[in-house]
């Protein structure tokens, strides 16, 4: 319900975003018509609580930026409702997409992937329980 929520409510900032911009500015950027429409109400959203599949397919390829803070949310979301192994998998996947998509978008010379999934995963690392987690599974997925 909330996927099917979120989608909708960027659909009905995208079309208000149009209909605003196109008629007032030659030079309109659609996307960041949809953020500012939709940024007033941010607050309300949980991505703690969206499917992995929305978040990073739906939201991430958007344009829109989880902070740290979501990013552990959405890591102890998924820690009561799966293993170990796969809210840390799903939470680094969703770290690299998103860090990913920062470098597509601003194009930095400088830009270093790994130093960016640290900084979004600064909040998290420290709530893992590696003691807890399969050798291998850390030697081939964190290690990476």
């Known amino acids: 319900m909330l996927v099917t929520t979120s989608a909708l409510l960027y659909k009905w900032a995208e079309h208000r975003a149009m209909k605003q911009g196109a ?34 397919n739906f ?10 803070m979501e990013m552990l949310q959405f890591f102890l979301n998924r820690k009561q409702q799966y293993h170990r192994k796969v809210s840390l998998q799903q939470t680094y996947e969703l770290a690299e997409k998103q860090a990913l998509k920062k470098q597509e978008m601003f194009l930095e010379e400088n830009f270093n992937l790994r130093d960016e999934i640290n900084a979004l995963l600064v909040d998290v690392i420290p709530r893992v329980k590696f003691s807890l987690i399969d050798q291998t599974f850390l030697t081939d997925f964190v290690g990476k």
């Open 23 to 56: 008629a007032v500015d030659d030079n309109f950027n659609l996307l960041d018509a949809v953020k500012t429409e939709i940024d007033q109400m941010l607050p309300n959203f949980k991505f703690s609580e969206m499917s992995f599949e929305f978040l990073t």
């Open 59 to 68: 939201v991430v390829e958007k344009g829109f930026v989880l902070s740290p």
